[in-house]
Every structure is written in structure tokens, then in C-alpha cells.
């Protein structure tokens, strides 16, 4: 018996972003921080405009406070020019280690899916020979 | 920590997340409401006006949901390390009542925790009433098997299958449901830290 083949739905495409963002969420996070220290706001802010990820402005703060728990941040209050005090957050020695262990992890992993899909591209750039 | 500028809606808001935060510790949450309105004043730095305001609290989310989502981060993330099986227990219940899940967590919980409690309270009690407790074949014609404590009826019509032997066995049996459980309670624990805290939205 033949399994009925159905193409894949938007649902299946956003339920796989999501499970790929819940894995990346927290190493974009914590690379966001590689330059220097930054406050909630100018997190979401640097994952938009420099990794073009979305995320909900409330959920940042629990990610950031388990990051901490984990030892892989450090935060402090600072006074600011606004007039209202700002949490910092920076990258701690372990946090600085975490990221580079698991960048090399993720460049590995995206390399290798890489190669997988290179017969995707072939099959495009045959296509555009085709005259 | 209140502003001086800080605007009116955005105390109401703070106000409705506070009054969800419910058994976390006051420097616990003095400092997620710290954290959430200096947020939305860096929001509307340039825009202090009511509907800027407005906006920015939305982008924040559902005060319940927020104040939920941090609820579960800092209680879960607080007995990730912890090796108490009544801490470990006592977060289980407080998820439990955070989502659908928790309740899950805490209903398998208290089935795995009853199984190895049944069989260590056998196992301790039958050197003092050896005809009452024990693992009992019962006359029935179906030939089901019912571990009795004090059952008088089933001790009368049954055989007692373990005899003595129901204490060693009844002790490692017991033990390692109950070490099964625990550990089964710390990982989940630490899955729904890792999972909500990095949902990516509020309403996971």
C-alpha cells in the first residue's frame, strides 16, 4: 500500500523555524554579546539588525536570566543618560569559552547540511544553462 | 525602583505582571519588573507619549503570559542545580500549576513516586504483619495479581507470592522507581528551563 504524499505545509515550514530558532536562540544571544556589553533592548535590537531574528521582546529576559544561571553572562545595573538605570549584560570567561566551543559546532553542522543540499544548486544552476 | 517618569499605563502593566508573580521571591521579582520597565522606557525614549507607551507594552506581550514565562524560567532555572528530591518535588508543583505541562510532569511524578512508595511501605511492613502484606495471587479467575497492603480480604482468598522475599525485592524495586522518578522530575525541570526560556515566544 502507497502512503498518500502530501507537500509540505506552512505549519510543517514554521514548525521546523521554531525548533531550528529554540536551538539557536541562545548561541545568537550570546554572540550578540561578543563585542561588548549591551542591555536588553540593544540585544534585541543587534539580533534584528545584524542576524535578522525576530524574537519577542518578552522572552528575552527569561533567556538572558537562565543564560546568567548558567554562569555564561553577567549582568549590572548602570545609570543612564535617559534618566532611568539599564541591566547590562556581558559575556563571562565560560560564556566567551561556550560560544566558541558551540560556534565551531554549528559551522560544522551547517557546513555538512551544506554539502547535502549542494545537489539543490547544481540542479539550479543546470536549470539556468538550459537555454 | 518606580521612575520618576515613569508613565501611568505602564505601572498598570507592571502592576498585573507583579500580581502573577506570585511566590517568587520579592528580590526575584522587584528585579524582572525592574528589568521590563526600564525596557519600556528605553522603548520610548524619543516617543513618551500614552499611545508609544501603548505600543511598546504590546510588543512586551500579554502581562499574564510574560509574567508566566519569567514564573517558570526562575523556578525551573532555581532547582536545575538543586540535588534535594523535596526542592526538585516542590518545584514540580509549583510548574504544575504554570502550564499544562507541569501538571503532566507532576501527574507522572506522583504515579512513579506512588509505585515506589507501595512497594518499600510492603517491604518494611512485612516483617511486622507478614499475613497481611505481601504481593497476593488472587482467587480470581482471571489470575490478576494485587500488591495488598492491610487487605484482609484478598490475604484470605489469595497466596502470597514473594513471601519474605517481597523485602529485598520490594526495597530495590522501590528504590529505583523512586531514583527513576527523581531523575526523571530533574530532567524535565531542566527541559522546561532550556524550552521556555528559549521558546522565542511568550505563548509556547
Given at each position: 500500500?502507497?502512503?498518500?504524499?502530501?507537500?509540505?505545509?506552512?505549519?510543517?515550514?514554521?514548525?521546523?523555524?521554531?525548533?531550528?530558532?529554540?536551538?539557536?536562540?541562545?548561541?545568537?544571544?550570546?554572540?550578540?554579546?561578543?563585542?561588548?556589553?549591551?542591555?536588553?533592548?540593544?540585544?534585541?535590537?543587534?539580533?534584528?539588525?545584524?542576524?535578522?531574528?525576530?524574537?519577542?521582546?518578552?522572552?528575552?529576559?527569561?533567556?538572558?536570566?537562565?543564560?546568567?544561571?548558567?554562569?555564561?553572562?553577567?549582568?549590572?545595573?548602570?545609570?543612564?543618560?535617559?534618566?532611568?538605570?539599564?541591566?547590562?549584560?556581558?559575556?563571562?570567561?565560560?560564556?566567551?569559552?561556550?560560544?566558541?566551543?558551540?560556534?565551531?559546532?554549528?559551522?560544522?553542522?551547517?557546513?555538512?547540511?551544506?554539502?547535502?543540499?549542494?545537489?539543490?544548486?547544481?540542479?539550479?544552476?543546470?536549470?539556468?544553462?538550459?537555454? | 525602583?518606580?521612575?520618576?517618569?515613569?508613565?501611568?499605563?505602564?505601572?498598570?502593566?507592571?502592576?498585573?505582571?507583579?500580581?502573577?508573580?506570585?511566590?517568587?521571591?520579592?528580590?526575584?521579582?522587584?528585579?524582572?519588573?525592574?528589568?521590563?520597565?526600564?525596557?519600556?522606557?528605553?522603548?520610548?525614549?524619543?516617543?513618551?507619549?500614552?499611545?508609544?507607551?501603548?505600543?511598546?507594552?504590546?510588543?512586551?506581550?500579554?502581562?499574564?503570559?510574560?509574567?508566566?514565562?519569567?514564573?517558570?524560567?526562575?523556578?525551573?532555572?532555581?532547582?536545575?542545580?538543586?540535588?534535594?528530591?523535596?526542592?526538585?518535588?516542590?518545584?514540580?508543583?509549583?510548574?504544575?500549576?504554570?502550564?499544562?505541562?507541569?501538571?503532566?510532569?507532576?501527574?507522572?511524578?506522583?504515579?512513579?513516586?506512588?509505585?515506589?512508595a507501595s512497594w518499600l511501605l510492603a517491604a518494611l511492613a512485612k516483617p511486622f504483619v507478614p499475613d497481611r502484606v505481601g504481593l497476593w495471587s488472587l482467587a480470581d479467575p482471571t489470575g490478576d495479581l494485587s500488591l495488598?497492603?492491610?487487605?484482609?480480604?484478598?490475604?484470605?482468598?489469595?497466596?502470597?507470592?514473594?513471601?519474605?522475599?517481597?523485602?529485598?525485592?520490594?526495597?530495590?524495586?522501590?528504590?529505583?522507581?523512586?531514583?527513576?522518578?527523581?531523575?526523571?522530575?530533574?530532567?524535565?525541570?531542566?527541559?522546561?528551563?532550556?524550552?521556555?526560556?528559549?521558546?522565542?515566544?511568550?505563548?509556547?
Open positions: 500500500m502507497k502512503a498518500a504524499i502530501t507537500e509540505p505545509s506552512d505549519e510543517d515550514f514554521a514548525k521546523w523555524e521554531a525548533q531550528l530558532r529554540k536551538g539557536g536562540l541562545g548561541l545568537a544571544v550570546l554572540a550578540s554579546l561578543l563585542e561588548g556589553s549591551l542591555y536588553g533592548l540593544e540585544i534585541l535590537r543587534k539580533l534584528e539588525s545584524v542576524g535578522g531574528l525576530t524574537v519577542p521582546e518578552g522572552t528575552i529576559y527569561p533567556l538572558l536570566h537562565r543564560l546568567k544561571t548558567a554562569g555564561f553572562v553577567d549582568s549590572q545595573w548602570v545609570e543612564s543618560e535617559a534618566g532611568h538605570p539599564r541591566k547590562y549584560y556581558r559575556l563571562t570567561a565560560a560564556g566567551r569559552s561556550y560560544v566558541r566551543e558551540i560556534a565551531g559546532t554549528w559551522r560544522e553542522f551547517a557546513a555538512g547540511l551544506n554539502r547535502l543540499l549542494a545537489p539543490l544548486e547544481e540542479k539550479k544552476n543546470a536549470k539556468r544553462k538550459i537555454p | 525602583m518606580r521612575n520618576a517618569k515613569s508613565p501611568e499605563p505602564l505601572e498598570k502593566y507592571l502592576k498585573e505582571v507583579t500580581n502573577h508573580l506570585v511566590g517568587l521571591p520579592e528580590n526575584e521579582a522587584m528585579e524582572i519588573i525592574a528589568e521590563l520597565r526600564s525596557h519600556v522606557l528605553d522603548r520610548v525614549s524619543d516617543d513618551l507619549n500614552h499611545v508609544g507607551i501603548e505600543r511598546a507594552l504590546e510588543l512586551l506581550g500579554n502581562p499574564r503570559e510574560v509574567a508566566r514565562l519569567n514564573m517558570t524560567v526562575h523556578v525551573a532555572t532555581r532547582a536545575v542545580d538543586k540535588n534535594s528530591p523535596l526542592v526538585i518535588i516542590h518545584t514540580i508543583a509549583r510548574l504544575a500549576r504554570l502550564s499544562f505541562k507541569g501538571l503532566i510532569i507532576l501527574m507522572t511524578s506522583l504515579v512513579g513516586y506512588s509505585f515506589a495488598s497492603l492491610g487487605r484482609k480480604d484478598a490475604t484470605v482468598a489469595g497466596q502470597d507470592i514473594l513471601g519474605f522475599w517481597i523485602i529485598p525485592i520490594g526495597l530495590a524495586v522501590g528504590l529505583c522507581a523512586a531514583y527513576i522518578t527523581y531523575r526523571f522530575d530533574r530532567w524535565s525541570i531542566r527541559q522546561m528551563a532550556k524550552q521556555r526560556a528559549h521558546s522565542g515566544s511568550p505563548n509556547i
